[in-house]
């Protein structure tokens, strides 16, 4: 059986920090709920491109200052 090993982490809760705003700020100016923000930020949601999109935008960055894609390819899983 073959294990994907693609990542996604991004820095959403760096930015939000900095711009000094909560989740709940953060979560309706993007049009989503607070959990999934909270959930973003722990890296355990990969959001759409579309929301990728908005958040990025929302901070004024590209999409690749904030998601880091890292491709890892498959291993074989034990």
């Known amino acids: 059986m ?3 090993t693609d990542t996604i982490v991004n820095k959403v809760y760096e930015y939000r920090v900095l711009r000094k705003m909560t ?3 953060l979560a309706e100016v993007v049009g989503v709920s607070k959990q999934t923000i909270f959930v973003m930020e722990k890296n ?3 959001p759409s ?3 990728a999109y908005r958040i990025a935008n929302f ?3 590209s999409i690749e200052e904030i998601f880091t894609y890292t491709e890892g390819g ?3 899983a034990q």
């Open 2 to 4: 073959k294990k994907n």
């Open 23 to 25: 989740q709940s700020e």
């Open 44 to 46: 355990n949601y990969v």
């Open 49 to 51: 491109l579309l929301l």
């Open 59 to 61: 901070f004024g960055v």
């Open 74 to 76: 498959n291993k074989d």
